[in-house]
């Protein structure tokens, strides 16, 4: 575990509410804000000891500090209104779409994009104004664009022309207003699994597409084109990839509005260094400004920048083994974080009563019959025996949201966590939930 106090969330969220800045001296600080050790020398989170938590929720379960996504999504907010006078910040929902993180993320004042009807369905529950939604996907379906027109959504991002197509057809005598996705021909550096900026890419179109398309749209009556969208990838630290797909962009003349993309990098471990969520918003505002016109309406999508940091997954330590490595085996795996398993992400671990420093170099491995269910590789963990609980952090965002039923595993619950209050907000999964959509 590293040593530092937290000053880069510090400085990242500027000058905190003072509850929240203690990220324990002696703790990692990709821990959501807020987090210390106790008196007993247990991890807290949100006000809540960790082994309680485990004790009265089970495990594995995700534990998330609600002022932590709160305080990021003022953040977002606060440094897009310090540059620009019309400007939005949505929540890309797919980091972590359940109802109670769209309900808090409404209540922050953010709009949301969702990029199937099943994630309208829940911006919808989470009680977002429907105006305020942005609807994403490179295959919407007929039923999904049909849903978006009846619930009014505010704007589609349209990726296709096949889309523009069946949009057409469902208008109604409507009239929808739409972007167009636009792939500017930017490789970031990025897993090539969540890079989607690139010419040859499945999202969006080339610019000379995206020409052809506008023409079409702007020639079409029932749909009314505001302006260009483009997201380049995820887990991005380099800021300039950002302002060059804004000068591409820029190619394509002049529009009142231009959705500018999530993509912001986060600490999975102490040896990120993610830049600050000002000194983003301050490189795609600054290149806006200067490549696309001072008086557009600019828009960003943050997903895993607002919520990855909010979140830890207790797991109970089931099995240690010494087989040449030691094998810390938990009670749950990729059903609950596919993240290591797709894109080789690494993560820190601890034991929630024992945090460190020192202890054996150990595997945390999965419970799923796969030799590739491992976790963390390569981590320091204090004497782990059976019954532990195990704390992996930075697990809010694309956990939840891409949880699974492999082996048969019922997916874990979602806690909320704050001034020392728990309360779920997902439940656990039964077995009788398994059988739920067997007809037979
Ligand atoms: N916008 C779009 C269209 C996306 O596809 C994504 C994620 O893939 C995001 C925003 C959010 O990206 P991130 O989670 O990196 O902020």
Redo the contacts with the bound molecule.
Sequence with gaps: MAVEPDHNLIDLLGAPDPALEAVASGLSRVYPLGTTINAAGRLEIGGCDTIELAREFGTPAYIVAEDDIRARARAFRAAMAARCADFDV?F?S??FPCVAVYQLLAQEGLAC?V?SGGELHLALAGGFDPARIYM?GNAKSSSELAAALDAGVGQI?IDSFDEIARLVTLLDGRTQRVLV?VTPGIKPSTHDF?S?GQLDSK?GMPLDVARKAIDLINATSGLELVGL?M?I????FELESFRRSIQEIAKLGDFPVYDL?????VAYTAADGPPSIDSYVEAKVSAANAQLGPDKRLLI??????VANSGVTLYSVESVKRNVSTYVAVDGGMSDNLRPMLYGATYEAAIADRMGPGGERCHVAGKHCESGDMIVRDVDLVDPVAGDILVTPVTG??GHAMANNYNGVPRAPVVFCRNGDARVVVRRETFDDLIVRDVS
């Design positions: 949505l890309a797919k980091a994009d990029a994403h991002v996705r969540i989607t999202f969208h997201h990838g995820s887990q991005i993309g999530g993509g912001l990098g999508e943050p997903g895993r920048s607002l965002a694309y």
